[in-house]
Nanobody, 119 residues
Framework: QVQLVESGGGLVQAGGSLRLSCAAS????????MGWFRQAPGKEREFVAR????????HYADSVKGRFTISSDNAKNTVILQMNSLKPEDTAIYYC????????????WGQGTQVSVSL
């Protein structure tokens, strides 16, 4: 089992920045794909970004490309989502997730952290 705990959410004005962290514990040995997702009120959960544990490759949703950066600190079992130039439409609960590279779906999820962006 893998446990994920997010932190770093909060309230920020449009144009500002936030840095989310996801700390992993438990069976963290081996390669995982780590992802960030978000869910706004009344909307479906959507993909934000992911990073591969083996080669560090990244992928972003078009809506955040150029503004958000995902990175990992393998020594600390932590994944970071740096969010810049935030917009009110980025307001959502942000979730960290993990899966093995061969898995079709993410099967480990954190509890989420609220990000609110005001005008």
């Amino acid at each position: 089992q893998v446990q994920l705990v997010e932190s770093g959410g909060g309230l920020v004005q449009a144009g500002g920045s936030l840095r989310l962290s996801c700390a992993a514990s438990g069976r963290t040995s081996g390669n995982y794909v780590m992802g960030w997702f978000r869910q706004a009120p009344g909307k479906e959960r959507e993909f934000v970004a992911r990073i591969s544990g083996d080669d560090g490759s990244t992928h972003y949703a078009d809506s955040v490309k150029g503004r958000f950066t995902i990175s990992s600190d393998n020594a600390k079992n932590t994944v970071i989502l740096q969010m810049n130039s935030l917009k009110p439409e980025d307001t959502a609960i942000y979730y960290c997730a993990a899966k093995r590279p061969w898995a079709s779906e993410y099967n480990y999820w954190g509890q989420g952290t609220q990000v609110s962006v005001s005008l």
